[in-house]
């Protein structure tokens, strides 16, 4: 296909997408629906967004078979319009189900009257094709599952799907399986480790698109006066002496030799308006944007500092176990997020993680549910909170189709959900709110911003936040400022300057600190103590590539060179 075919394709793609957004928006438990834009997902090479609506799908066809579900009269309303016909989208899967008794039970003769007998066979039909649209779903969440990487998720719905078809296998699941095995083998092999495993140990997490999706429209111009001038106003309190500017940075990419002809690309950054000293503090911000991954830990719950003794500090009055330490952080919940999830019941979601890296994972996921319950209580949509509208979310361009998001179908996709309905809020009727791309969206703002503190216990990363100005500061090597993270994210400038000599004199080495007007201020994303490659390594996560200031280049050769 030539270039402008694609283009128009894609064009009609996304205009086919709009229209099945708008009849949702009108039709919300409509399970064909979900299923046609899963398609259209899946033809845009949006496999995890495919994903999604086959899952919201597949929950609505359980509200069709169980009367007793919340959504029951309403997933039941909507596919009863299509009672009589077999939408396209359930064409080729409409003879897989089997039959079950009460498909072939006589109408009851005892009912009272004619219309009583048309609505329970009307609800019969209605749950037959509930239970056909399940098996597109399984279908679509095998293959967009797969597509993403995420292998186990994949195998457990195509189970799910063979199991539901029993004793017919569907050719498609069927393939779908045997693809999951084939890339399981495949990684096996290139680990250089033998070709058996078990289904429990397929590895999950995947990655998909970064981007601004096309449709996206609050996604302000980060760099437009307008945008500046707010953000300078923010500013004007946290960090008096600095402003935000739009400035040029290099495309970073994971592999040095491509790096010096990545680009480069408008971001912001922060600059000195005036001289700041030595040691003088240059920013301190306050962030209810935070994450606490332990169920018993001792963190207040809306800075995330550890909490003062018993008796200083705060607790909810309604849900007991929700503690702040001081009245301060009591009433900036409760103004801004807190009685979204006060006796929701949503505490235990992500807490207590069995390893390192789910740790990290779960960091993740509660700072999602910390921007959910900001965006519900303020009845703003997730991605205008304060908090997070102006963050980078270091995007790639929609044309480069890079899977560059770190994905999976619990933090993506049913963890945001299980949180949602805690919060007794309508996942169907609000889906342009919570959809699944927001929450890609959010976790692409997060992952290159968020700033994690390590349990002194064990070293796991436990407590977590973004602070959305100390976030805009740029990084380098050779930072002239240091920052600390208690409750309150303080910057502040440098008393002396990295050793770029690279001498062991210490005293030729000494450079003293103070940021000059006009001077951008450095931050640093991780601990610039390390030798080179393990300051890139350990920076790649939030810079989106290899770190090449002066002081990495400088090194980087000399260790070459040696
Ligand atoms: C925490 S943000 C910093 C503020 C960001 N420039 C903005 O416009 O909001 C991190 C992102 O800034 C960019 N960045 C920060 N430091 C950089 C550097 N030294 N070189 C290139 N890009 C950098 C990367 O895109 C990174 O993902």
């Known amino acids: 296909m030539g270039e402008s075919d694609n283009a128009s394709r894609v064009a009609e793609l996304l205009e086919q997408r709009q229209q099945l957004t708008d009849a949702l928006a009108d039709s ?158 495949r990684r096996l092999r290139e680990l250089g480790r033998g070709e058996d495993y078990s289904p429990t140990e397929l590895p ?113 009055p309604d849900c007991y176990d929700t503690v702040f330490c001081d009245d301060f952080c009591f009433e900036q919940a409760q103004e801004r997020y807190h009685p979204a999830v006060c006796e929701k019941d949503v505490d235990t979601i992500a807490k207590d993680p069995e390893n390192a890296r789910d740790a990290d994972d779960a960091l993740y996921v509660l700072l999602l549910a910390r921007l959910l319950a900001m965006a519900a209580h303020q009845e703003a949509h997730p991605l205008e909170v304060d908090e997070v509208k102006f963050i980078w979310g270091d995007f790639i361009t929609t044309e480069n189709r890079v899977a560059a998001l770190p994905f999976s179908f619990e933090a993506n996709i049913a963890t945001p959900l299980h949180i949602l309905e805690k919060m007794d809020l309508d996942v169907f009727a609000e889906l342009d709110v919570y959809d699944v791309w927001v929450c890609n969206t959010l976790y692409a703002k997060f992952r290159g911003t968020a700033s994690a503190r390590k349990s002194r216990r064990d070293g796991r990363p436990d407590v977590a936040a973004v602070h959305p100005l100390w976030c805009l500061a740029n990084h380098d090597c050779d930072p002239n400022v240091s920052w600390e993270w208690g409750g309150r994210m303080v910057l502040w400038a440098k008393e002396e300057r990295a050793n770029l000599t690279l001498t062991q004199d210490k005293d030729a080495a000494k450079r003293p600190g103070g940021i000059k007007a006009d001077q951008e201020i450095l931050n640093h994303y991780c601990d610039i103590n390390l030798p080179v490659q393990q300051r890139r390594e350990w920076a790649s996560g939030s810079l989106g590539g290899w770190c090449m200031c002066q002081r990495c280049q400088n090194e980087a050769a000399a260790a070459v060179e040696a």
């Open 28 to 185: 919300p438990y409509d399970i064909i629906l979900y299923l046609r834009r899963a398609v259209v997902y899946a033809d845009l090479d949006y496999p995890d967004l495919a994903s999604g609506d086959a899952y919201r799908a597949l929950l609505l066809t359980d509200e069709i078979s169980d009367e007793s579900f919340e959504y029951h009269e309403q997933a039941y309303e909507a596919m009863s319009m299509y009672v009589g016909t077999v939408p396209g989208i359930l064409v080729e899967v409409e003879d897989l189900v089997p039959a079950t008794a009460s498909d072939n039970d006589d109408k009851d003769e005892t009912a009272p009257d004619a219309s009583d007998e048309d609505v329970a066979g009307d609800l019969q039909e209605c749950q037959r094709m509930a239970r056909v649209a399940a098996i597109r779903c399984y279908q679509i969440l095998g293959a967009s599952l797969l597509l993403c990487g995420c292998l186990r998720s994949a195998y457990d719905f195509c189970q799910r799907g063979l199991a539901a078809t029993a004793p017919a296998q569907d050719k498609e699941l069927l393939q779908t399986k045997e693809n999951v095995d084939a890339e399981a083998r």
């Open 204 to 316: 999950n997490r995947g990655s998909v698109r970064r981007e601004v999706y096309p449709w996206n429209t609050y996604e302000p111009n980060r760099s437009s006066p307008e945008s500046l001038a707010y953000l300078n106003e923010l500013l004007a309190t946290a960090a008096p002496k600095c402003e935000v500017r739009a400035t040029e940075l290099p495309v970073l990419v994971e592999d040095v030799a491509a790096a010096t002809t990545g680009g480069t690309c408008i971001q912001l950054g922060v600059f000195a308006k005036e001289d700041i000293a030595a040691g003088e503090p240059v920013l301190r911000e306050y962030s209810l944007l935070t994450a606490n991954n332990r169920l018993k830990e001792s963190a207040c719950d809306a800075c995330g500092m550890q909490l003062p003794s018993i008796d200083k500090a705060v607790n909810c």
